[in-house]
C-alpha cells in the first residue's frame, strides 16, 4: 500500500513539472512575435537608452529621397526663403531612440524600419522658370540687342546694350562668358531650371569668417532638424 502511494505522489510531481517545462518553451517561442510589434513605445524611466533619434550614426537609418519637379528639374516645392526642404528618415529596425516631431509629443520608440524618427535638411535651389539654354542661345544669337538681359530681368543693362549694339559686340562676347559661367543669373535671385544632373555651379565663397571645417567637426555640424 505505502508503494501504491509513493508511486501515485511521483506520478503527480512529474506532471506538474512537465507542465512547467511545456510552458517554458511555449513562451520562449512565443517571445520574438510578442516583441515585434509594429510600434512598440519603451518607458525610458526602465530603459538608460534615451538618445535623440537624430543623433543616429550613418547605417542606423535611412532617409527618404526629395521628390523632384519635372518641370523645374530640382526638388518639389522648394521655398524662395530657405534653401532647403525635410525629408522623413527610418531608424533601422529594433532602433530604439526619442522621436521628437512638430505636433507631437516626444517619446522613447522602437522603430521597425517605417516608422518616421526624425527629419533631415536637403539642399535644394528654388528656381522660377528662367532657363539656363535659353539664356545662352539668347545671349549668343540676339546678344547684342540686349535680350538675354531682359529675359533675366535687367531692362537698364539690356536698354543700354540695345542701343550701343552689345556696346559694340565687346559686352556681349562679357555676357556670354559670364552665363555660360553662371556668374549672371535671374535677378529674382533664383536659380536657372537646368537637368538635376547638369552643369550647374556653386559658388564657395571665403572670408575672415569663414573657415575650413574637418570631417570630424563637420558630423557635428546641425545637419537636421528633428522638431519640424
Same mark, same amino acid.
Given at each position: ?31 520574438p ?65 526619442r ?15 517605417t516608422?518616421? *524618427? ?8 528654388? $528656381?522660377?522658370?528662367? =532657363?539656363?539654354?535659353? +539664356?545662352l542661345? @539668347? ?40 552665363i555660360?559661367t ?17 552643369? *550647374?555651379?556653386?559658388?564657395i565663397?571665403?572670408?575672415?569668417? $569663414?573657415?575650413?571645417? =574637418?570631417?570630424?567637426? +563637420?558630423?557635428? @555640424? ?7
Amino acid at each position: 500500500m505505502a508503494m501504491r502511494r509513493r508511486y501515485t505522489f511521483h506520478s503527480y510531481f512529474c506532471d506538474i513539472t512537465s507542465c512547467k517545462v511545456l510552458l517554458v518553451l511555449i513562451w520562449w517561442v512565443s517571445l520574438p512575435y510578442l516583441l515585434d510589434s509594429e510600434n512598440v513605445q519603451v518607458d525610458s524611466s526602465h530603459d538608460g537608452n534615451d538618445t535623440d533619434c537624430s543623433e543616429l550614426l550613418e547605417g542606423q537609418y535611412h532617409c527618404l529621397q526629395a521628390k523632384i519637379d519635372p518641370d523645374t528639374q530640382q526638388v518639389k516645392d522648394c521655398p524662395q526663403e530657405k534653401s532647403f526642404v525635410l525629408v522623413d528618415c527610418l531608424p533601422a529596425p529594433d532602433i530604439i531612440c526619442r522621436t521628437c516631431l512638430r505636433g507631437q509629443e516626444c517619446k522613447l520608440q522602437k522603430h521597425n524600419g517605417t516608422t518616421v *524618427g526624425f527629419r533631415k535638411a536637403v539642399a535644394c535651389k528654388w $528656381t522660377n522658370g528662367k =532657363s539656363f539654354s535659353v +539664356a545662352l542661345l @539668347l545671349s549668343i544669337f540676339l546678344g547684342m540687342f540686349g535680350i538675354d538681359r531682359f529675359y533675366l530681368g535687367y531692362p537698364a543693362i539690356g536698354l543700354l546694350k540695345f542701343c550701343t549694339l552689345g556696346f559694340m559686340f565687346l559686352g556681349q562676347l562679357v555676357d556670354i562668358l559670364l552665363i555660360a559661367t553662371q556668374v549672371v543669373t535671374p535677378a529674382d535671385g533664383s536659380h536657372y531650371v537646368m537637368d538635376y544632373y547638369g552643369a *550647374g555651379l556653386s559658388r564657395i565663397d571665403r572670408n575672415n569668417y $569663414t573657415f575650413n571645417v =574637418s570631417q570630424e567637426d +563637420a558630423g557635428r @555640424l546641425p545637419m537636421c532638424d528633428n522638431t519640424s
